[in-house]
């Protein structure tokens, strides 16, 4: 699969941009920009928070008012400090005052952070202490990973996948129905896919760690319509067809006995985060439809 370079992530007033944005389909409160798993994030607070973007001349505003890209991306932030609130809430870890202090200390060096309005300072500082708090959150037990895995592979913020690729999705349903007969992934990985290597590999998707790709690879670097139909797949159930820029994929999330090794790994080195990609992927998030919709293939509120 092709894939593109990592972006870079923020620090500090409109590297919004690059914190992760998220929502699904659906209807919200008049009064609400967004709600987390039933948690409402109020107009009024994005509001504010652009207008005071405006003021420090973060924004420009065009006849009065904020393009529409930058109010995504102040809302995807907005959206992305309360989920991170309700995933340390699970994980029972808080926020502590030493956390925000060292937030504090280090943003306040910005010549700008003066300039800043009160709901924008509580923002940023609120964002960056959940990511310090975040990263003292620890991996879950084997057993919970698995119980996450088989209800949800997304949930743990990774994906364990292989797949096969070929020209038409005629013959992607030929290899479906092959599969459903009891047919052998890697097998038919060899005697079909179009991908290079295919019978070597079986058509597994892995990385440096070893079988799985973290979640946030997939939204960033991957073709849009192959994680879109990834996500939607099961452990140990083939999925298709599947179209993408390359042709039509049937896709099996491994089962998690085969994947186990290097899922663990991956988890025990950046859990935090892993787990709040796989709860932004897996719970409700709605964002109001003026504002467009969640594409969770990207990790992007994107147009209507």
Same mark, same amino acid.
């Given at each position: ?5 990592? %972006? ?8 919004? &941009?690059?914190?992760?944005? =998220? ?9 609400? &920009?967004? /709600?987390? $798993?039933?948690? +409402? ?72 952070? *003066? /300039? =800043?309005?009160? !709901? ?26 698995? @119980?996450?895995? $088989? ?16 020209? *038409?999705?005629? /013959? ?5 129905? %092959?599969? $459903? ?5 890697? @097998? =038919?990985?060899?005697?079909?896919? /179009? ?18 790709? #973290? ?12 994680? &879109?139909?990834? =996500? ?25 006995? *085969?994947?186990?090794? +290097? ?20 719970? !409700?998030?709605?964002?109001? #439809? ?12 994107? $147009?209507?």
């Amino acid at each position: 699969m092709s894939r593109t370079p990592r %972006k870079s992530v923020r620090t500090i007033a409109l590297t919004f &941009a690059a914190a992760i944005a =998220l929502a699904s389909c659906g209807g919200t409160a008049k009064s609400d &920009a967004a /709600t987390v $798993n039933g948690a +409402s994030i109020e107009k009024s607070k994005l509001e504010s928070t652009i207008s005071q973007l405006a003021d420090a001349g973060q924004i420009t505003l065009e006849n009065g008012v904020a393009p529409m890209d930058a109010v995504r991306s102040v809302l995807a932030a907005i959206i992305r400090g309360e989920a991170t609130s309700q995933v340390l809430a699970v994980y029972n870890v808080s926020v502590t005052d030493a956390d925000t202090k060292a937030v504090i200390d280090q943003i306040s060096q910005d010549a700008g952070y *003066d /300039t =800043l309005g009160e !709901d924008l300072k509580n923002l940023i500082i609120g964002l960056n202490s959940g990511d310090l708090a975040l990263s003292r959150v620890k991996a879950p037990s084997e057993a919970d990973v698995e @119980k996450m895995y $088989n209800d949800a592979p997304a949930s743990v913020g990774a994906l364990c996948a292989q797949h096969i690729l070929v020209k *038409d999705e005629s /013959t992607a349903n030929e290899v479906l129905a %092959k599969l $459903n007969e009891g047919g052998d992934f890697k @097998k =038919l990985a060899g005697e079909y896919s /179009t991908e290079p290597n295919a019978a070597t590999t079986g058509g597994i998707l892995g990385s440096t760690d070893g079988d799985c790709i #973290s979640l946030s690879d997939y939204q960033s670097q991957f073709d849009a319509g192959f994680t &879109a139909g990834a =996500l939607l797949a099961k452990a140990g159930v083939p999925t298709g067809p599947v179209k993408s820029s390359f042709g039509y994929h049937v896709i099996m999330i491994r089962p998690f006995a *085969d994947i186990k090794a +290097s899922l663990m790994l991956m988890l025990s080195k950046s859990p935090g985060m892993m787990l709040m990609t796989g709860y932004l992927a897996t719970h !409700d998030v709605i964002v109001a #439809s003026e504002y467009g919709r969640w594409d969770s293939a990207t990790g992007k509120i994107t $147009n209507l």
